[in-house]
């Protein structure tokens, strides 16, 4: 399983940006895909994760700012990120859980700043 994340930049806070984590391989129906974050010096948070089936979970701090989505027929998950702060600034992860097994994307930067 490959992953595969885009979609980050530079942005000014107050901003939008849109990841997308498309996903190839031997994918299985039953899944769960997540973004992550981390920060130089800090450890990798869960920001937000969906099923295959919709349930999403976010971390409190994204709430109302970020939504997770994903089209499993083209096993690709996205994140878009609004009214975003200078606090989002990280290196944005994508993870993929099937099974036992978890497969992680490279990750692509994400810098919040004026």
């Excluded at 530079?10 to 039953?30: E, K, Y």
């Excluded at 010096?41 to 109302?64: N, P």
């Amino acid at each position: 399983v490959q992953l595969q994340a885009c979609g980050g930049g530079l942005v000014q806070p107050g901003g939008s940006l849109r990841l997308s984590c498309a996903a190839s391989g031997s994918i299985f129906g039953i899944n769960t895909m997540g973004w992550y974050r981390q920060a130089p010096g800090k450890q990798r948070d869960l920001v937000a994760s969906i099923t295959s089936g919709g349930s999403t979970r976010y971390a409190d701090s994204v709430k109302g700012r970020f939504t997770v989505s994903r089209d499993n027929a083209k096993n690709t998950m996205y994140l878009q990120m609004n009214s975003l702060e200078p606090g989002d600034t990280a290196v944005y992860y994508c993870k993929l859980t099937q099974y036992a097994w978890n497969y992680w994307g490279q990750g692509t930067q994400v810098t919040v700043s004026s």
